[in-house]
């Protein structure tokens, strides 16, 4: 038993004299870094002084930094470097940065299995089969970058751009733009001979507010602090491409006054608990003086934690040194299996090769370790597998200049906002201490320019006003300016704009007012608050002409109708009258007044009489004729009556008719406009009101349009003055906002509004689009509006101080029988009710006659009735009467 136990306590103890032999072993790293840049090889020492103290496996493996530091593309002094560090038997090369030297290690890596980590992605997929990288692969952060643009849902995009790595990087963010159509991408080469300032304007008059950055940390540094300069600057959005932007010093940023929406990416987060833990626990390790650092330049200094400010390390330190932890673990993981050893490899002889290099190649694609970059593992094609992207964005409740992180972006999830990750909301957007730029348009009342005065002084009107007020209550100072063309604002083609519209598109200016309509076309390229006054198109016409009295005005008093309807009610009348004074017995008298048997006479026997008396009613001068009866009284009563009202109403029309001369006004709306072509009509070029008739579906609007488009010279004044002008020259209706022809018939007593308003709309102030401007204008609007603060401002510009034209109403307008109706009707109840007073009296007269004199009633009646109509004989004397029928027809001779 005991000797058969031997043999496995020896091969136990060789086994642990191996294993204490493998403990010795001193593994290297091979550092090949740029001679001009010392951070990178400050970086991988330490991170070998770092695994050699928290993961090192002393007993085992002690690992060391082997450095070499070589000018970009000296290839010769890269490959004697890598010679030595074969000879050493480096167990992996980590950098460089140059291209070249960096093309010159893939192809030693490959050739000698010596597995090579870059710090950055390959551009191209030609991929060397020992060379990894931890840095995360292009197509994901070209990913990365679309997301973020779509996030933010930019229509229209700047990149400005120092390298033409950028435009790959950018890859997808161009096809986004290109071919969905749904971006427009600019793409602006930097300039070195421009300034910053100029390439922001260039970039801005183009209307791309929407900045991609891909330019060196220094020179996105001083792009952002131009931009601060620009006036509304505010409004623009930036995505910096470099992702250690985060950790460069905004020294000289005004942040109050700077409110640009920085967007920043960082694949390295410096302030996670474990990176902070690291770097609160200062490595007290002394910095291995390794064998072979005669090959390094740069001399590490004894505690590089004091060097290295590990909250600023940038992405390259930190990819360095997640590569040295991954190294280090795996050949950690393959010295506890025994699966690795280490052997000089000769550079110069072909077929020299590490044994061991493709089995530590294999593992390192299986470990994970937590890195300053995340989990750091590496999938089957030696990608970088596990990573996320940090977004940060500038954050506005730092009194300094900082960044929030916003949102997480992950390969498989893309954006991603994780709970509790979101630091506090942006503080509210504030104007306080502001200077804003207000541009404005020469208009009176809400614009008007003092051109004795200077400086803000010049500028007066009810926008302005307006403007002060706002700026009071926000705490703004606004400074006016007259827009250089005097357009309000008018789409030019190809997204170009006029006027105020286009200064606002041009962030020349961050609020526009004016009597500035809101329209669907303009609000598509800036932002409008709510009206602050509402209006409609309208006509400002001149007042017609005084025109001399004609000959015939004595008529005008009545309408043709009450003319006609006098004279038919004149001649009833009188027929009337005719008929009843016969009829009745009591305007039968005797024709000798001392002798009641004298032959009986009646003064309304004749047609002339009748004639005579009613007319005589009429011109108020009466005649001799006086009825007796009651009921032709009756009659007469209410024709005068009639004729009373009737001339009382002709005699106070008539004074106006001939003492005011009549104003004819040919044109009463739009309509009648239409209808004709010897009044002229147009409106303000450029504007709302033309726009309205040019878009119009209306038929009586079209045809409008289609007279004003084409009529020459044109009918379309330059502004309101010039239209005004054209009005009062006569021949010409301007079509204008009723708002301004209030203003302009209070003070020109030449002017009218002519018919009524043709749309409603309103006046907002713009501000360009996505300004936060814009809401803090509208509360303060809002409160003033239900204030009445508006309302008195309008009363105060628009009444005129005293009102020059009194106007009368027009009074002289003939009369009509709508007016005249109710005299006509009065007259025929009258004439009703003395024709039943005379049947009355008829049947009263005969009733007293004993019933042997007289026939029956009706007959009678019928009998003087006949003799009324013919007009035959006389009144029989009620003595003689039933003597002889012959006589009675006898006596009652014609009239
Ligand atoms: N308010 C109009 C505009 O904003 C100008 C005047 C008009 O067109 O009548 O365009």
């Known amino acids: ?144 970058l679309r997301d973020i643009v779509e996030d933010k849902k930019w229509r229209k995009i700047a990149v400005i751009y120092d390298s033409d790595d950028v435009l790959i990087i950018l890859k997808d963010v ?40 891909g330019l060196q940390p220094e020179r996105a540094k001083q792009l952002l602090l131009a931009s601060q300069g620009l006036h509304s600057s505010f409004y623009n959005a930036y995505l910096i491409l470099d992702l250690d932007f985060h950790a460069v010093s905004m020294s000289g940023a005004r942040m109050e006054n700077y409110f640009a929406n920085v967007t920043l990416i960082r694949l390295a987060d410096p302030h996670r608990e474990d990176v902070k833990a690291q770097q609160s626990q200062k490595t007290a390790a002394p910095y291995a003086n390794a064998p072979g650092l005669h090959l390094s330049l740069w001399k590490p200094t004894p505690n590089p934690f004091d060097e290295l400010e590990i909250s600023h390390f940038s992405t390259e330190e930190a990819l360095i040194y997640d590569a040295v932890t991954l190294i280090a673990h795996s050949v950690l993981s393959l010295l506890r299996m025994n699966a690795i050893s280490f052997q000089k490899v000769n550079c110069n002889k072909t077929g020299s090769r590490w044994d061991y290099g493709q089995a530590l190649l294999d593992n390192l694609k299986e470990v994970t370790v937590r890195g300053l970059t995340g989990d750091v593992r590496l999938d089957r094609s030696g990608k970088r597998d596990a990573f996320s992207f940090d977004i940060l964005e500038i954050n506005r409740t730092s009194e300094v200049w900082a960044y929030r992180k916003s949102v997480v972006w992950e390969p498989r999830s893309g954006l991603i906002k994780r709970k509790g990750e979101e630091v506090e909301v942006d503080k509210e957007f504030s104007v306080d201490g502001m200077v804003l730029r207000v541009v404005t348009a020469p208009n009176e009342p809400y614009t008007i320019i003092d051109e004795t005065k200077t400086g803000q002084d010049r500028f007066s009107g009810y926008a302005i006003d307006l403007i002060k007020m706002l700026a009071e209550r926000a705490n703004f100072t606004p400074e006016f300016y007259i827009v250089a063309d005097g357009a309000y604002g008018s789409h030019q083609g190809n997204g170009v704009w006029n006027g105020l519209i286009g200064d606002l598109m041009k962030h020349t200016a961050d609020i526009a007012i004016v009597d500035l309509t809101t329209t669907a076309e303009r609000e598509s390229v800036v932002d409008f608050t709510t009206p602050f006054m509402s209006t409609g198109i ?90 007796r009866a009651v009921s032709t009284r009756t009659l007469a009563s209410l024709w005068y009556f009639f004729c009373l009202i009737l001339i009382s109403s002709y005699t106070a029309n008539l004074a106006a008719f001939l003492t005011a001369a009549r104003m004819s006004n040919p044109i009463e709306s739009a309509n009648d406009l239409a209808k004709q072509t010897d009044i002229a009509y147009g409106a303000k070029d450029g504007g709302s009101t033309q726009r309205f008739f040019q878009n119009s579906n209306n038929s009586v609007y079209k045809r409008m349009w289609a007279y004003m488009e084409s009529t020459k010279p044109s009918v379309f004044p330059k502004d309101n003055d010039e239209g005004i002008q054209r009005v009062l020259k006569g021949k010409y209706a301007y079509l204008m906002e009723a708002t301004s022809i209030e203003y302009l018939v209070e003070r020109n007593c030449n002017l009218t509004q002519v018919g009524g308003l043709l749309d409603n709309k309103g006046y907002g102030i713009a501000t360009p689009q996505g300004s936060p401007v814009r809401n803090i204008l509208e509360h303060h609007l809002i409160i003033m509006q239900e204030f009445g603060v508006l309302q008195e401002l309008k009363q105060l510009w628009w009444k005129a101080p005293e009102n020059p ?91």
Request: include cysteine; charge should be negative; aromatic fraction near 12%.
């Open 1 to 144: 038993m005991n000797s058969g136990r031997q043999p496995l306590q020896l091969a136990l103890t060789l086994l642990l004299c191996s294993r204490i032999a493998t403990a010795a072993e001193v593994v290297k790293i091979g550092g090949i870094f740029d001679q001009e840049d010392d951070r990178l090889a400050k970086a991988f020492s330490l991170a070998v002084d770092r695994v050699n103290r928290d993961m090192g496996d002393l007993e085992s493996a002690t690992f060391r930094a082997k450095i070499a530091r070589v000018l970009p593309k000296d290839n010769l002094a890269a490959s004697r470097h890598v010679c030595d560090m074969l000879r050493e038997k480096v167990v992996a090369f980590v950098g460089p940065t140059s291209d070249s030297v960096k093309e010159y290690l893939k192809s030693v890596a490959a050739t000698f299995n010596i597995p090579h980590f870059s710090t950055d992605f390959e551009i191209l997929e030609r991929r060397a089969p020992y060379t990894l990288s931890l840095h995360p692969d292009l197509q994901s952060l070209s990913r990365l």
């Open 174 to 213: 161009l096809t986004y733009g290109f071919n969905q159509s749904l971006a427009d991408v600019l793409l602006y080469p930097f300039d070195e001979e421009l300034s910053f300032e100029k390439m922001l304007k260039d970039i801005g008059s183009q209307q791309h507010y929407n900045l991609i950055v």
């Open 538 to 627: 309208s006509i400002l016409f001149r007042i017609p002409e005084m025109q001399p009295p004609s000959l015939f005005s004595f008529m005008h008093p009545f309408s043709i109708v009450v003319w006609f309807y006098t004279l038919t009610t004149y001649i009833l009348i009188t027929l009337g009258t005719y008929m009843l004074g016969r009829f009745t017995p009591y305007e039968w008298v005797p024709s000798h007044p001392c002798d009641p048997d004298s032959e009986p006479e009646n003064q309304f026997s004749t047609l002339n009489n009748c004639f005579w008396f009613t007319m005589g009613s009429i011109m108020q001068q009466g005649s001799d004729l006086v009825p």
């Open 805 to 895: 034209c009194v106007r009368s109403k027009d009074d002289s307008a003939e009369m009509t029988m709508d007016s005249l109706g109710g005299v006509f009707l009065t007259l025929v109840v009258g004439v009703l009710f003395g024709l039943l007073v005379g049947i009355f009296e008829f049947w009263w007269d005969k009733s007293q006659a004993p019933y042997g004199e007289r026939q029956h009633i009706l007959v009678e009646f019928f009998r003087e009735f006949m003799m009324v109509i013919t007009c035959t004989g006389s009144r029989p004397n009620p003595e003689n009467e039933g003597s002889s029928e012959a006589d009675d027809v006898s006596k009652k001779s014609s009239p």
